[in-house]
C-alpha cells in the first residue's frame, strides 16, 4: 500500500488521511468522454440485473451520465439521504486511513479515471468504479449502516491479524455481492456493477458457484482480485446481512486462529447452495 510519501510526490497538498482536493475543473475532455462511454455500457446491462437498491440509489442520486460528477455536489445529495459524503483520494489508503473514513461516514474515492485503452480491465479503483459501483448503495439506508459497521469493525480488528479475514467478508458482500429477489438471483456488489463483463457473468454464467452467505464461512475463503470469481455469496436482504455481522467478532476470530482456508472455488458439504457452478470457466491467476 502506497505511504503518504509516495503520493505526495504527485500530490503535494495531499491531507494527513490522504484526501486531496477533487481537482473536477482539471480533468481533459477525454476523461469525461470515458466516464460517458463507461456509464452508457453499464446502463444497457442494469435492468433485471442490478438489485432495486443499486437502481433506485443510482436513480435518487443522479450521478450524471455525461461528465465525470463532482463530489461536493453528489455528497450534499447522499448525505440528505443517508450521511454518507464522498471525498478524493489519490489511489490505495492504508487499511486503518481507510476505515476511518467509512466509520464517520466518508467514502474515498479515485479520483483518476482509466486510461481509453483501459475500458475493460484496470488494476486499481478508479474513479467509475468508486462512484458508480459503490455510490448506488450508499444511498440504501442499511446498507450505509453495514458500510460504517464495517468501517468500525476494521479499527477494532487493528493489531489482531484478522484484516485478511475481514477484508473478504467486503470482497464478498461490498464488492462482489448477489441478493435473492423473488426467487430470482441480482447483483449488488460494486466490483460487479462497474465491469460489463462480470454484470453479466456472474448472474448467467453456469460457471461460478452460487452459494448462500455464512460468515465464518466467507472469513475463511480467499478471493481472487484479478479475475472472474470463481464462487458469488447470495444475500437474502441488506437487513439479514446487517444483522449477521453486527455483533463482537472476538469469538469469532478465536475461532478463525484455526481451522481450514478455504481456495475461491471450494464448495462445502454444509453450504445452501443456489448454483453449483460446472467450473467451464478456467481463472488465470491466484488466489489472496
Ligand atoms: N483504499 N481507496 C481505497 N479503496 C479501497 O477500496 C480500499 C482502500 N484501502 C484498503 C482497502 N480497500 C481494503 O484493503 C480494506 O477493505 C481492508
Ligand atoms: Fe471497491
Not at 510526490?9 to 480533468?27: C, K, L, M, S, V
Request: with cysteine; glycine share 8%.
Amino acid at each position: 500500500m502506497p505511504g503518504l510519501e509516495h503520493y505526495a510526490r504527485t500530490h503535494p497538498a495531499i491531507r494527513a488521511d490522504f484526501t486531496i482536493d477533487q481537482g473536477w475543473d482539471n480533468y481533459p475532455a477525454e476523461a469525461h468522454d470515458t466516464w460517458r462511454r463507461l456509464y452508457a455500457r453499464m446502463e444497457t446491462i442494469l435492468p433485471g440485473r442490478a438489485a432495486p437498491a443499486f437502481l433506485e440509489g443510482l436513480k435518487r442520486l443522479d450521478i450524471g451520465h455525461e461528465k465525470i460528477p463532482h463530489f461536493e455536489r453528489l455528497s450534499d445529495g447522499l448525505e440528505a439521504l443517508t450521511g454518507w459524503r464522498i471525498v478524493a483520494v489519490p489511489g490505495l489508503v492504508p487499511d486503518e486511513k481507510f476505515f476511518d473514513h467509512l466509520a464517520n461516514r466518508r467514502f474515498p474515492a479515485s479520483n483518476f479515471i482509466r486510461r481509453p485503452e483501459q475500458l475493460d480491465y484496470i488494476e486499481e479503483p478508479d474513479i467509475f468504479h468508486d462512484i458508480f459501483g459503490h455510490v448506488p448503495m450508499l444511498a440504501h439506508p442499511v446498507f450505509a449502516d453495514y458500510m460504517q459497521a464495517y468501517g468500525q469493525g476494521g479499527l477494532r480488528a487493528e493489531g489482531l491479524g484478522v484484516l485478511p479475514n475481514l477484508a473478504r467478508l467486503y470482497w464478498y458482500t461490498v464488492e462482489f455481492g448477489l441478493i435473492a429477489h423473488e426467487g430470482r438471483l441480482e447483483f449488488y456488489g460494486s466490483g460487479i456493477a462497474s465491469s460489463s463483463a462480470e454484470s453479466v457473468y456472474c448472474l448467467a454464467s453456469p460457471s461460478p458457484n452460487r452459494i448462500a452467505f455464512d460468515l465464518e464461512r466467507v472469513m475463511r475463503t480467499r478471493y481472487r482480485i484479478d479475475d472472474l470469481q470463481e464462487t458469488y455469496l447470495v444475500i437474502d436482504s441488506f437487513e439479514s446481512l446487517f444483522a449477521a455481522t453486527y455483533q463482537d467478532f472476538a469469538a469469532l476470530y478465536e475461532r478463525l486462529r484455526t481451522g481450514p482456508t478455504y481456495e475461491p472455488g471450494t464448495v462445502l458439504a454444509q453450504d445452501r447452495v443456489h448454483w453449483r457452478g460446472d467450473r467451464s470457466y478456467k481463472p488465470h491467476s491466484h488466489a489472496v
